[in-house]
């Protein structure tokens, strides 16, 4: 019998309705679901690829054990015993420390394995955790941390209701919108030209949202903020500076003018290469408009500035009015609020020991993993966690990081696949699919274009013996505790006795429950109470809707002193770093022998990992070194060439794609392929390779603010040399 199954794609953002008809194991169609008020039938190529990854056959089942060259099956118990042993003993022997996680990007993408986070953590106490995060939106969410006192507080741009939109460094119609889930981005898009509303688009490449936009203009990368305090020169100069309702909540709001007074136009013009005119026009189009937004992601967020456009992009919204207001920059109301549930951050209370850079939200910067773990001394990391992250691919100079891991006394993966980093494990955990656990959207949920609530069932079984994400963390937390002799409290261990009996109350489900009902719309625990709960949404197969955002201000605010901190300190003092590239910095180089590298996202990617499908990975090779006719001109570089590309961190061949999509001076590569490593058994895969930009990004090129990856604007040079 065929059934049909409604759940929300957990494969990136965008939390999109797929209509699933399956004949139990068997997936007979992927759609999207019309009835999904959030995505309203939206797919792309990915979510029919859940599919794919459901039938994998390279995809692991049962723990696997290396065995020199070879992987052997063993089982839970004694794959989840000997884990648990061998963290402890690296633990005994070489401190806290000397154990170290890395957390990917699925982990926030899964329920069971966000709710393990910071149970796990707290029972490894190492300093040494690493995520995705420093690899991308860190700086949103330390400039949150700073200005509104809490670094989950994310800022979402109003895209049903705006007139005006600024965009910065994203490629939404290839992402399908990042910090800012809105299943059906496009459509959404298309619909702000419709109704008369203008989005402006800076990227040093001309990329697919380009033709979404009302107009596209080339930036040198890395320049953004300067571009953006000449926006605020304008603002100010032209008396268009309006924070309207919010000026009593602004703390320090007098310190911002004399800033933007920092670059004139005209140099502004000369270090970004946008007209002193386009700036003008841009700020006051802003300014004036009804409803406006200004929006920045990862090429404003991975970059040396990151943090500092970050900042001024939420100074710029505020300045014009536009902050926590329809149509403008605002907050959600997410079903399960999990700001008020856990900290509200911290910065710098520690440092990572050989770079000395700062800790922020209890982790440090992916880009220090790799020294960590080789230069020795106390603390030095000799054991790792590798937890639905393929670092080896994602972060800075993976290459290192690839060589380091073999360095360690013990790795373990929690992951369904053999990638190029999950190879070097001594064990590897896998967990159930994404088709055979409950989903519901805890983070991407509080990023959000409206407050939406969705729990989407299992839709199959899982196979018997298998384990999600959940059950291993929680396997691997009591043997932890057990082999340290930490005794259980009473009530832990009545706890844990009843989820014996009662396998429900050690779920995810459980944990989600007593998040709803405590939400904001949540029917507390009164039985006749209106409101929501776990059983009442799973009333609501395609989801709900739970209205628009609406202003929320100061009651959202989690500063003590209930304000907006305008110019915290350690950003005011980082405009000097700006000041000391920028300033004088002359025209826009053309005749330079380096060129900056950035990033590039294909709607049929998924970060590194869905290269197994064939349907994602068919049709002409995606992993080309796009560059300029001109760039390629002066070097007699022709499409199809096989060119060398290098960098201080090494030198990588890729294929010449020449297009004027590009900016002079900038080339482009995209990231998360690179699977001609040895060691992968993903087939598809390896077969289409192409090359890891990561292997020429520079761990030492970070944002030393906060210490994240700055990937994009990488200086290489590239010549034709065999
Ligand atoms: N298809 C697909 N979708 C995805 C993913 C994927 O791998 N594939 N990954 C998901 C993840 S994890 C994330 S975080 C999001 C990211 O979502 P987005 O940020 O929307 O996507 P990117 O493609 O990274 O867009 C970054 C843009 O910044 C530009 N850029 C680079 N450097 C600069 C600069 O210095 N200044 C400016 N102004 N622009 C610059 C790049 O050319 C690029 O177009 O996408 C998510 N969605
Ligand atoms: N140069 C450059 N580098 C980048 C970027 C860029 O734009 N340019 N983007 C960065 C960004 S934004 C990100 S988020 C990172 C992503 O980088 P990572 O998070 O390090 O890695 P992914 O490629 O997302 O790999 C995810 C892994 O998780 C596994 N997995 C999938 N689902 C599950 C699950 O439910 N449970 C478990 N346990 N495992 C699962 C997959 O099999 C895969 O091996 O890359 C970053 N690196
Ligand atoms: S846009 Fe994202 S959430 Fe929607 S179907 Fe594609 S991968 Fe899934
Ligand atoms: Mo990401």
Redo the contacts with the bound molecule.
Sequence with gaps: MIDTHFRTCSLCEAMCGLQIEHEGNIIKSVKGDVDDPHSRGHICPKGVAIQDLHNDPDRLKHPMKRDGERWIKISWQKALDETAQRLVDVQKKHGRDAVATYW???SVH?MG?AFMISPFNRALKTKNNYT?TS??QMPHQFVQYLMYGNSLLFTIPDIDRTDYMLMLGANPAASNGSLWSSGDVKKRMTEVTKRGGKIILIDPRRTETAKFVTKHHFIKPATDAVLLLAILRVIFEKNLANPAHLEPLLKGWDEIEPLSKIFSLEDAANVTGISAAVIENIAVELASANAGVCYGR?GVS?QEFGTLCQWLIQVINIATGNFDRTGGMMFVKPAVDLLKAGSRGSHNSYQSRVRRLPEFDRELPSAALAEEMTTPGEGQIKAFIS?????V???PNGKRLEGALDGLDFMVA????I?ET?CHADIILP?TG?LEHGHYDLIFNLFAVRNVAKYSGAMLKPAPGTKS?GQIFRGLIERINRLNGKKKKFTARLWSGLGKIIPYLSSAEFLLDLGLRMGPYGKGFLPFAKGLSLRRLRRHPHGLDLGALEPSLPGRLFTKDKKINMAPEILRNDIARLKERYMNSGPTHEHEQSLLLI?RRHIRTN???MHNSQRLVKGKNRCTLMINPYDAGKRNIITGQSISVSSRSGSIRAIAEITDDINRGVVSLP??WGHHRPGTTMKIASAHAGVS??DI?DELLIDPVCGNAA?NGVPVTINTNE
């Design positions: 990917g990007n699925p899964n394995t995705a690899v991308d990862m991975t937890t639905a992250g393929n670092p691919l994602s972060t929690i992951d369904f696949y990638n999950t967990p994404p994400d990033g970060n590194s990992w990231h998360g930009i990561n990004t990937v």
